[in-house]
């Protein structure tokens, strides 16, 4: 699986952006998929997760009610629309997908990461 990312770039504080996460190759091994967060000096943490069918999703609760995580299965592309940002929120975004190995259990996959920059 190969996840690509894009949407990232510098905002203002209470403005929007939209992060896409483009998957390719072995999709249907894709059970869940996420995006996580990384500010500089702190570890990598999840920010929202979103199930195989878009029917479920997971959010962390510093961006509940700000963040909105989907997915289109035909397209293969996962999003992140991010409202009212904070500059809290100014990390490097990753897009992962967890793949199911049947009794060999899961693998996770990456992207390279989008910058994302809020001023205050």
């Known amino acids: 699986v190969q996840l690509v990312e894009s949407g990232g770039g510098l905002v203002q504080a209470g403005n929007s952006l939209k992060l896409s996460c483009a998957a390719s190759?072995?999709?249907?091994?894709?059970?869940?998929m996420g995006w996580y967060r990384q500010a500089p000096g702190k570890q990598r943490e999840v920010v929202a997760v979103?199930?195989?069918?878009?029917?479920?999703?997971n959010y962390a609760d510093s961006v509940k009610g700000r963040f909105t995580i989907s997915r289109d299965n035909a397209k293969n592309t996962m999003y992140l629309q991010m409202n009212s940002l904070s500059p809290e929120d100014t990390a490097v975004y990753y897009c992962?997908?967890?793949?199911?190995?049947?009794?060999?259990?899961?693998?996770?996959?990456w992207g390279q990461g989008t910058q994302v920059t809020v001023s205050s």
């Open positions: 979103i199930n195989s069918g878009g029917g479920m999703t």
């Open positions: 190759g072995s999709t249907f091994s894709i059970v869940t």
């Open positions: 992962n997908a967890r793949t199911s190995r049947g009794a060999l259990g899961f693998y996770d996959y």
